[in-house]
């Protein structure tokens, strides 16, 4: 049912957000993909129906939004879900009991916890390792190793892996390789081409981009990963709702416009931040102080909206930084049109554990930006002012 003739994979990017997947309705030709807001669908005779038989197995609206997504990461075959974290599990469901994954050490906090502790208690087993260091990556990669799991940039400290080299790694031991490609969105980045087995997203973020929806996407070219993860995605049951992949596939459209505003405005705030007295160390991936800057210039085609620093005195300067800023939001999460800000050991990578939070760098003194797309010069104000008190 998935329709691959409709990928629109001759157009460019900005094309394929608006068309791929969402062929004009063949009842009205109504333009936007209708909301198919039901459970069930009628059939002729037992066994005998369109296609659609119970929504957790197939929709129209959510196949148009995985056919879409599939189009943006150049992939053959893509997964609607519930969240990010569904589509993970989903994946990490491909392996089995007894067997290691070797994973990024700086990922999102919801991640680190679901590998540590959900699924080390089915019998996977995960070794983190700071994934710059390729010998440590070679490693750690052993017979049992059966899938690599990548998140680049990472969230929060933005570290910049080399992806076709992490792939090398991972294929020279038949692993597969699994990025979670949320921070760069396929418009930055696609890890296919990198040479990755799957790549996954939260479309909570940039993808929907509109902080109104939380699910979860995973696309890939090998036909035989996608046949399991279809039947993983029927058979656990963590879909999207149709509304929810009306609501990305609306999101997505824009999704070119947006990065580009994105990056201009993070790149702006990053220079700001890194001239700034009460600022000790500025993270982003489009500073050429970024120390895996030429990693991410072959990788990545720009450097996504995201900015984490170091600021001057601890949890009482972050605290006040936090609570004093107007335009940008108090809130976790990302990539959304609305700037937020965090603090990422107290908020969205609480559930790491202290020392592994010290032995990364996720200290008191963190703050992460999404930078949204409002007018860059209220975005600068609004921090010189809030610099200003603490
Ligand atoms: O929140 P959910 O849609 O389930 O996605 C999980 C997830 C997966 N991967 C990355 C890189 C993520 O950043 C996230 C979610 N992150 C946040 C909520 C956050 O504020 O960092």
Not at 179 to 188: G, I
Request: proline content about 5%; glycine content about 8%; some cysteine.
């Amino acid at each position: 049912m998935h329709d691959p003739d409709y990928s629109f994979a001759e157009y460019a990017f900005d094309t394929r957000a608006i068309y791929a997947g969402q062929r004009p309705d063949p009842t009205t030709g109504a333009l936007m993909k209708p909301i198919y807001q039901t459970s069930t669908f009628e059939q002729s005779s037992p066994g005998e129906h369109t296609g659609f038989e119970y929504s957790r197995s197939q929709n129209p609206t959510r196949m148009a939004l995985e056919d879409c997504i599939a189009s943006l990461e150049g992939a053959d075959f893509g997964t609607a879900f519930g969240s990010g974290c569904a589509a993970t599990t989903t994946v990490l469901h491909l392996l089995e009991a007894g067997d290691k994954v070797v994973s990024s050490d700086d990922i999102y906090g919801g991640t680190r916890r679901l590998f540590v502790q959900v699924m080390e208690q089915m019998g996977l087993e995960f070794e983190f390792v700071d994934m710059t260091d390729l010998e440590a990556v070679d490693e750690a990669v052993d017979d049992q190793t059966t899938m690599l799991w990548v998140e680049s940039p990472t969230n929060p400290l933005l570290k910049i892996y080399d992806i076709e080299a992490v792939c090398e790694i991972g294929h020279a031991s038949d692993a597969l390789v699994a990025v979670d490609n949320t921070f760069m969105s396929p418009y930055f980045q696609q890890p296919l081409d990198l040479g990755a087995d799957l790549v996954v997203h939260s479309t909570t973020k940039f993808i929907n981009g509109h902080s109104d929806v939380v699910g979860g996407a995973v696309a890939t070219n090998d036909a035989s990963l996608a046949e399991q993860l279809f039947f993983l995605q029927n058979s656990i049951g963590a879909v999207p709702g149709p509304m929810d992949a009306f609501l990305v596939l609306r999101g997505i459209k824009t999704l070119g416009l947006r990065m580009r505003k994105h990056a201009s405005n993070a790149q702006a705030v990053a220079e700001y931040l890194q001239g700034h007295g009460k600022v000790d160390r500025v993270l982003f991936p489009g500073l050429e102080s970024h120390p895996q800057y030429e990693v991410g210039q072959k990788q990545m085609s720009g450097p996504g909206g995201v900015v984490t620093f170091y600021i001057d005195g601890g949890l009482e300067a972050s605290r006040r930084l936090l609570e004093t800023v107007e335009v940008f939001s108090l809130a976790e999460s990302l990539g959304g049109v609305e700037s937020l800000i965090e603090h990422p050991a107290i908020m969205t990578h609480a559930s790491v554990p202290p020392d592994k939070r010290a032995e990364l760098g996720i200290t008191d003194g963190l703050v992460r930006i999404s930078v949204g797309v409002e007018h860059e010069k209220d975005l600068l104000e609004d921090l010189e002012k809030a610099l200003a008190r603490v």
